[in-house]
C-alpha cells in the first residue's frame, strides 16, 4: 500500500524507535522474509521506528555476497512492500542495514562468522527460525555451541509448531534446552493483526460489551477463516497437514481464546496467556457429528488453472481436509450452553477472517410479532477492511408504522481512522515486539501443548474411521453438511463476504 509523505511523517513523529538490534534471519532467501518479514522490516524503518544503526542478517545456505543479498531485498521490497517508498532514498538507507552470511543450520559453514558479527554488547539479538521447522532444534543447538544462545538472544519459531500434541513438547523440550521460555516467541501472525488487539480494547476497554459477554446475552459465537486461494505450490506441505492441524489448531484457537478468556488482571504477557490457556483447557472434546470436512473441487470450466484438491496435492486418494467446520463448548461459568461455530477453508467464495458474536432476541417484543424479532450482531472482521460493526435495530424511517431494520454501527478502520488505521502489517508489529521483549501476542509453549491435547483426538477420530472429506465446489462456502450442522441448530453461517 502506497503511503503519503505527510502520513509518514506523522507516523515517525508518533512512533517510539525500539532500541539498537541485530536480528538474524534464518532462512533470509525464503518465500516468508522475502513477502513478509524484510518488507515489513523496511516500513517500521520507514516509519522511523527501526534505528539506523539495526542490522539485519540473512542467514540460508545459498552462496552470495551483501551486495547480491541486498539486490534480492530491494526486489522484495519492490515486489511485495511499498514500491512507492521503495522509489525514495529510504531504500538506500535500509539497505545498508543489511547483511548476509551463507550458513548451514545442520553444519558448521558460516557459525564463526556469524559469531564474530554478533560478537560485542548491549545490543538486543533476535534469531528468526524462518526456516522449515525439521531444523529448529539444529539452529537452537549450533547458537549454543557458537556462544550465541546467552541471556539477551532471543529466538523467534514459525508455524508449524509439531503436529500433534508429542512432537509439540518435544519441539519444547528441545528449545528449553537452550533457552528460557522468556526468550521463546513462538509467532501466530493472526495475533499481530490491529483487529485482533482491538478486539481486546473493545471488550476491556469499555463498559458497553463486558456485561453482555457470556451464555445469558451471546446465542453463539462464529469463527470464520476463508480463503479463495487453493494450497498452489505448498501441496506437499498441506497434504500431511490439513486445514485442522495448519489453521484450526494456532489460528482459530487463538481467536477463540481473545473472544472467550476472562478478562486479564493486566495487559502483560503472562496474564493473558494464563487466561488463555484456561479457555483452551475448558474446551469440551468435539464429537464427530460435530465436524463437517471437506476438500474442494476442480473449476468446471477452468480445471488447469484451479484443478481440485487432489490433483493439486497429487494424490488421487488424499483423505486431507481443505475445510472444516466444527462446533464446540466451553465448560465454564461463562460460556456453558453458548455453542462455539468454527470454519476455515481453502478455495472458498471470498477471502475473509471475521468473528461473528449473535446476541440472543430480545426476551418480548413491544411491538408485535409481525415487527419481527431482531438480534444484535457484532462483526469482527480481520481481513479485509479490517473493522468491527454492530447490528442495531432501528425503526424503518417514514411514515409506515413501527416497523423494524437492523443498520449497522459500522467502524471499519481504514474509514474510521484515514491511512493510519492500517498502517502495520501483523509481521512487523510482531518483530517490534520481540525487539522490545514483549510477549503477550505470542504463544507460549503450555498454549501451544494444550492446543494439540484438543486438537489430536479430533483428528485421531477421523483417522480411525478413515473418514473421507466431502466434496464441494470451488468457489462456494464448503460442503452443504456444513450449513446442515447449522441448520440442525436452528442457526445459520454469516455470509463469507469480501
Ligand atoms: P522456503 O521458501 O522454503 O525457505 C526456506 C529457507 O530456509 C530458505 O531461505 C532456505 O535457503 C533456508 N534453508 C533451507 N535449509 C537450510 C539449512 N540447512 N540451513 C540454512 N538455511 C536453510 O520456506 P518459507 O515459506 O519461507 O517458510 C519458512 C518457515 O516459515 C517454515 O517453517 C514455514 O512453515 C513458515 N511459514 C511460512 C509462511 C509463508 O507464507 N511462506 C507462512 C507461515 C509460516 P537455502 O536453500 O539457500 O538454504
Not at 558460516?110 to 525439521?134: C, D, I, K, N
Request: charged share 25%; with cysteine; proline share 5%.
Amino acid at each position: 500500500m502506497a503511503q503519503r509523505p505527510d502520513v509518514m511523517e506523522r507516523m515517525k513523529s508518533r512512533v517510539i524507535p525500539v532500541d539498537p538490534f541485530d536480528l538474524v534471519i534464518f532462512g533470509g532467501t525464503g518465500d516468508l522474509a522475502r513477502r513478509k518479514i524484510l518488507p515489513g522490516l523496511f516500513r517500521r524503518f520507514c516509519a522511523g521506528q527501526m534505528p539506523g544503526d539495526a542490522r539485519i542478517v540473512g542467514a540460508a545456505r545459498s552462496e552470495m555476497d551483501n551486495s547480491a543479498f541486498r539486490d534480492m531485498v530491494r526486489e522484495a521490497i519492490i515486489e511485495f512492500g511499498d514500491a512507492d517508498a521503495a522509489a525514495t532514498s529510504h531504500l538506500d538507507d535500509f539497505l545498508a542495514c543489511i547483511h548476509y552470511i551463507a550458513i548451514d543450520a545442520k553444519g558448521d559453514q558460516g557459525w564463526a562468522e556469524l559469531q564474530t558479527l554478533m560478537a560485542g554488547e548491549g545490543r538486543v539479538e533476535a534469531y528468526y527460525f524462518s526456516v522449515g521447522p525439521s531444523l529448529f532444534g539444529d539452529l537452537a543447538e549450533r547458537l549454543q555451541k557458537w556462544g550465541m544462545a546467552d541471556e539477551k538472544a532471543r529466538i523467534v519459531v514459525e508455524k508449524p509448531f509439531g503436529r500433534d500434541l508429542a512432537t509439540a513438547q518435544d519441539l519444547n523440550a528441545t528449545l528449553a534446552t537452550y533457552f528460557d521460555e522468556h526468550q521463546i516467541y513462538r509467532i501466530d501472525h493472526y495475533l499481530g493483526k490491529e483487529t485482533v488487539q482491538n478486539l481486546m480494547a473493545v471488550r476491556f476497554g469499555n463498559m458497553l460489551f463486558e456485561p453482555l459477554w457470556n451464555s445469558q446475552y451471546v446465542d453463539h459465537i462464529q469463527i470464520t477463516v476463508a480463503e479463495t486461494v487453493g494450497v498452489g505450490g505448498r501441496g506437499e506441505y498441506y497434504d500431511k497437514s490439513g486445514a485442522m492441524r495448519d489453521m484450526v489448531q494456532n489460528h482459530l484457537m487463538q481467536l477463540l481464546c481473545l473472544i472467550a478468556m476472562e478478562p486479564p488482571a493486566r495487559f502483560d504477557p503472562d496474564a493473558v496467556r494464563d487466561e488463555k490457556l484456561k479457555v483452551i483447557r475448558a474446551l469440551d472434546p468435539v464429537d464427530h457429528h460435530h465436524v463437517v470436512r471437506g476438500q474442494y473441487q476442480a473449476e468446471p470450466l477452468n480445471e488447469a488453472a484451479h484443478p481440485g484438491y487432489r490433483t493439486a496435492v497429487g494424490d488421487a486418494r488424499s483423505r486431507t481436509e481443505s475445510f472444516i467446520a466444527l462446533k464446540t463448548h466451553i465448560s465454564n461459568w461463562r460460556w456453558a450452553g453458548t455453542p462455539f461455530y468454527l470454519r476455515t477453508g481453502k478455495r472458498m467464495s471470498a477471502r475473509s477472517s471475521e468473528i461473528t458474536v449473535v446476541f440472543k432476541e430480545t426476551p418480548h417484543s413491544i411491538f408485535g410479532e409481525e415487527a419481527g424479532r431482531h438480534r444484535n450482531v457484532l462483526s469482527i472482521r480481520l481481513q479485509p477492511n479490517e473493522g468491527i460493526t454492530l447490528g442495531v435495530t432501528i425503526k424503518e424511517p417514514g411514515p409506515g408504522g413501527m416497523r423494524l431494520i437492523d443498520v449497522p454501527l459500522d467502524m471499519t478502520f481504514a474509514e474510521a481512522l484515514g491511512d493510519e488505521g492500517d498502517q502495520v502489517d501483523a509481521y512487523e508489529r510482531l518483530i517490534m515486539d520481540v525487539i522490545r521483549g514483549n510477549q503477550t501476542l505470542f504463544m507460549r509453549g503450555d498454549e501451544v501443548e494444550a492446543a494439540w491435547a484438543w486438537t489430536d483426538p479430533i483428528i485421531e477420530s477421523w483417522e480411525a474411521r478413515h473418514d473421507v472429506p466431502k466434496p464441494y465446489e470451488s468457489g462456494s462456502d464448503g460442503p452443504t453438511d456444513s450449513i446442515e450442522m447449522m441448520r440442525r441448530d436452528g442457526r445459520q453461517w454469516r455470509e463469507v463476504s469480501p
